[in-house]
């Protein structure tokens, strides 16, 4: 490979990514897809790009007439954009704690280590001088990271397609160097990893950069904080206490935002707080289980501009985890919960699971991450007492605790209940979704609530037609393919389904 056209592509891949940023139609969670990509090859005709994120390679192909127009206007002729999908080979570690060995690496590359181009594939400290003040301030906070939480790093984090772009830029704002996304908003159902790199960040600065003071909260816990300084009648400072206290910290981290939602006097002094620390260039990490746009809708008391300025920076989604993702958990969780028994000499857990079952508990595995986790231990625990009698785990023991975890045959979805979710999620009355008008915002809500009822019951197209005003056959049709193809092309619009889809079946 030509060393000097791999120069000229990276130096020609500057220049567009600074046209780019300066277009009005593309927005940062895209343009922060195309900035992650790795220039590699040009020729007369082509430019090539890597990605090792499929979802990426999609979104950035979506936007490739913009890319291509920039591209010929950097260099001054046509070139038709390549984005090439790559393996990503970087391991996943899930040891508890970095060696001695790895942290004196670690401390050697820190301190010698050039400032970094931006880029999501590192996370590597830069020394930092404290100040006084700050460390004084952090030391004030540091019972809030307990040991629990010392074990939600970036390294025991599992990767794949579904959140690694959260991952990424996640480990971008625990190093500081990317100040673009700011807020990062991460969102998606419960259950997936979201609180994992909310603390993985928190802790990273704590053991990497104390001299920037974080704090975490989960929102319920921040209402609660404010309405007992808002009425405390002892003191006439409380609340301006409290205000200093959030005001001068480097990293505010809120969870589950939509804890928030009813709570208005709360969302004033946030959002208060949030312009203030944005003013003085702080980072904001906020998370949901819904997307800033969502969290608008129904009774919330959020408005327009609260949701808007929580858009403001980068949003990120973690999807549900698909079989391969699902398997890297349970093989990361049996791994790590067979060294840890055996390091802290625990009778019980420590049975084998061989690979083939494995896959098998993949095959059985619902989609929340941290019921994963459990089902893994109670497998693992299966496997012991199997083995006190000779005998290995079977297929039948694995498929019992499945069934345990994720019972099937107990829920029962009925259109009532999915039509009394879709109306809540979209704020529209049940006459109005079942009637006749076609205003844009009542036809989407018409047809998931259609899609949704063919997903999750068992009706037939007719069924469901007379359930939502009479609907003819074709209409029903017409409603089931217009989601599927919208899903396919609208990576939020897919998330919202799935989140409203998750919800109803939760309940249930």
Known sequence: MNQ???????ILWEDVMALLSARDDLNRSTLAMIESCTPTTMDDETFHVSTTLGFAQRKISQNARIIEECLEQASFQPLTLVVDLVKDTRTVRVSNEVSPEELSRLSAATSSAPAPVQSVTHVTAQPIQPQAENLAYAAQLSDEITQTDSKLTFERFVAGEENRYALEAAKQVANGYNKSYNPLFIYGKSGLGKTHLLRAIQNYIAKNDPSRTCIY???ADFVDEYVMAATDRTSTS??????????????????????????GGTIRFFFKTFNSLMDHNKQIVLAADRSPSQLGMGDSKFDERDTSRMDSGLSVS????DYELKLNLINAFYDRMR??????????????????????MAERAGTNIRVIEGFVQ???MQANRRERTG????RADIIEVANQKWPTGQRIVTVDNIQRNVEKFYDVAHADLIGSKRNKELMEARHVGIWLTRELTDNTLAEIGKKFGGRTHATVKHSIAWVDDYKKRDRIFHD?????????????
Do not use: F, K, W
């Not at 000097?4 to 990276?10: E, G, K, R, V």
């Not at 959030?246 to 928030?260: A, G, P, S």
């Not at 060294?339 to 098998?360: K, S």
């Open 238 to 263: 409380a609340s301006s206490v409290l205000a200093a206290r959030y005001q001068n910290v480097d990293v505010l981290i809120i969870d589950d935002i939509q804890n928030m939602m009813t709570a």
């Open 318 to 321: 973690i999807q549900v985890p």
């Open 339 to 360: 060294q840890d028994a055996l390091d802290e000499h625990l009778d019980g857990v420590v049975g084998t699971i061989p690979e083939e079952m494995r896959h098998l």
């Open 496 to 508: 919202r389904i799935e989140t409203l889809r998750d919800t109803i079946v939760d309940a249930t």
């Open 378 to 380: 109670s497998c693992l």
């Open 4 to 10: 000097n056209l791999d120069s000229d592509a990276a």
């Open 391 to 394: 005998q290995s785990i079977t």
């Open 217 to 219: 909260r989960a929102a």
